[in-house]
Nanobody
Framework: EVQLQASGGGLVQAGGSLRLSCAASGFTFDDYAIGWFRQAPGKEREGVSCISTSDGSTDYADSVKGRSTISSDNAKNTVYLQMNSLKPEDTAVYYC?????????????????WGQGTQVTVSS
C-alpha cells in the first residue's frame, strides 16, 4: 500500500524558514516522481515543486523559485522541501504526492497517490 506522510508544517513569521518532509512507503521509491502542492482556503490546489527520484530533475512554481529547494534522500525514502523567506501568501495546507514516473510535473492530475496535508501558516 502506497503511503505518503507529510510533516514539518507550522506557524512562522514572515521571512522565516520551514523544512517539509514527505516520508514514503509501499513502493519502489527510485522509480517515482514526488510533488509538493498547496491549497489555500478558497483557492485551487497548486503545484509548488517536484522532483524525479530517478534522475534528480526538479521543477518549481514561479511563486517559490529562488526561495525553495526540493531534495530527495532515496536511502530514507523521503523528499524534503526547504522553504526560505516565507511570505504570508505561502500560507496553505501543503500536500505531497507520488506517481510512478521518471518525469516530474507540477500538475495535480499527473499524480496517483496523495498524502495528508501539513499546515503552513506565515504571519506578517
Amino acid at each position: 500500500e502506497v503511503q505518503l506522510q507529510a510533516s514539518g508544517g507550522g506557524l512562522v513569521q514572515a521571512g522565516g524558514s520551514l523544512r517539509l518532509s514527505c516520508a514514503a512507503s509501499g513502493f519502489t521509491f527510485d522509480d517515482y516522481a514526488i510533488g509538493w502542492f498547496r491549497q489555500a482556503p478558497g483557492k485551487e490546489r497548486e503545484g509548488v515543486s517536484c522532483i524525479s527520484t530517478s534522475d534528480g530533475s526538479t521543477d518549481y512554481a514561479d511563486s517559490v523559485k529562488g526561495r525553495s529547494t526540493i531534495s530527495s534522500d532515496n536511502a530514507k525514502n523521503t523528499v524534503y522541501l526547504q522553504m526560505n523567506s516565507l511570505k504570508p501568501e505561502d500560507t496553505a495546507v501543503y500536500y505531497c504526492a507520488a506517481v510512478p514516473s521518471s518525469v516530474a510535473l507540477l500538475t495535480t492530475s499527473a499524480y496517483d497517490y496523495w498524502g495528508q496535508g501539513t499546515q503552513v501558516t506565515v504571519s506578517s
